[in-house]
């Protein structure tokens, strides 16, 4: 449908007090999925971290065999870049107690590794690496390619690089696309990784392997997206999406607080349903779908401070800082809800879907 001038609205970009751009947008009334109109799910609502100002509704289509939810107004496909400015994945390499934990467990979930007898820590993390919760926490970090023979796999999204690099690192081939011009150069320079602007710049029927960790929901037109990515599979090959889950147990507690809401970057949130029919609306096999936990603990203590800040008439609106430090208190009650969601909560409820499809034969 065509964009009438009229229709356009603008938003102020701002980042230290300072004025840069406009972000322009039009109203997304239509479901992208099924063309129901959506109802209002959540009315006025802001960035509460990343510096883009206006307000923003989230639309859910009424459809029950389709559910997706949606940002209206949406912001203009060219003016998108220009929320990114200070986006965290333009951050280094994740550092903290739980990267920690997960880079001593991520060997144990690896196909052929084996504990060391010499080694009491690496005793227990072999047998923590046993319980599913763990497992899931550590694979997730390798976009569940823990057990996949290594080939030539895609990051759609690369951002820091965390994911190529501890793929590389397993002997796969990788390779990148991202948007951001300095994480171009970084990754080029000082990274070595073949990353690229566009994924319609690599050959077809290249990779065994695409992965889009947290990217699905940012794409203006998720079926598109798919439909670029399989061409660059070779037959048969597997795309790995992961992106929030609306059903998750944290969205229906936080509500309109829950931190992956993220207006207005998250454009687009899927249920495991619906990010089931937009792959298949792109050719894809759908091979399997689940809802994960690994993220429920920092979803669970940054929507917590989301909510005492709001609660506090605190403006949020600041830079990435703005999430806050966690107090033992807050990542101990944030343990405990990833536990809870994890081996309590329904198969459905964790805070990321987790979908695995193939290029069709």
């Known amino acids: 449908m065509a964009t009438r001038a009229h229709d356009v609205h603008a938003n102020s970009v701002v980042s230290d007090g300072r004025r840069l751009r406009e972000v322009r947008s039009v109203a997304r009334r239509e479901c992208y999925l099924c063309g129901t109109e959506g109802e209002v799910y959540y009315h006025g609502i802001s960035d509460s971290y990343w510096n883009v100002g206006g307000t923003w509704n989230l639309r859910q289509c009424p459809n029950s065999e389709c559910g997706l939810i949606w940002l209206d107004p949406v912001p203009l496909p060219e003016d998108i870049p220009l929320m990114y ?84 690192d397993l002997g796969w081939n990788v390779a990148g696309v991202e948007f951001d011009h300095k994480v171009l150069t970084i990754a080029r320079e000082k990274l070595k990784v073949d990353v690229r602007s566009s994924i319609m710049s690599f050959p077809e029927s290249r990779f065994d392997v695409i992965t889009l960790s947290h990217v699905i929901e940012h794409v203006p037109d998720p079926v598109l997206t798919l439909q670029q990515c399989a061409g660059r599979l070779k037959p048969g090959a597997r795309i790995v999406i992961a992106t929030p889950n609306t059903n998750s147990l944290g969205h229906k507690y936080f509500r309109k607080d829950w931190r992956p809401l993220d207006p207005p970057r998250h454009l687009i949130l899927f249920s495991p349903e619906s990010l089931a029919r937009c792959a298949q609306r792109a050719g894809l096999n759908v091979e399997a779908v689940r809802s994960s936990a690994r993220s ?39 343990a405990l809800f990833q536990l809870w969601e994890h081996y309590l909560g329904g198969k459905d409820e964790g805070e990321e879907v987790v979908l695995i499809a193939r290029k069709p034969e």
């Open 85 to 168: 400015s200070e986006y965290f994945t333009h951050d280094g390499l994740l550092q903290g107690a739980a990267e920690k934990v997960r880079s001593r467990l991520l060997p144990f979930v690896c196909a052929g590794e084996k504990p060391s007898r010499k080694s009491a820590s690496g005793l227990l993390f072999a047998v923590l690496a046993h319980f599913s919760l763990f497992r899931d926490f550590a694979a997730g970090a390798l976009m569940w390619l823990n057990n996949a023979p290594p080939g030539d796999m895609l990051d759609f999204g690369f951002g820091a690089g965390q994911l190529v690099l501890r793929l590389r």
């Open 296 to 334: 429920a603990c920092f979803s669970w203590y940054s929507s917590q401070l989301l909510r005492k800040k709001k609660s506090t008439g605190r403006s949020t609106t600041q830079t990435s800082s703005a999430i806050g430090s966690p107090g033992p208190y807050l990542k101990a009650s944030g």
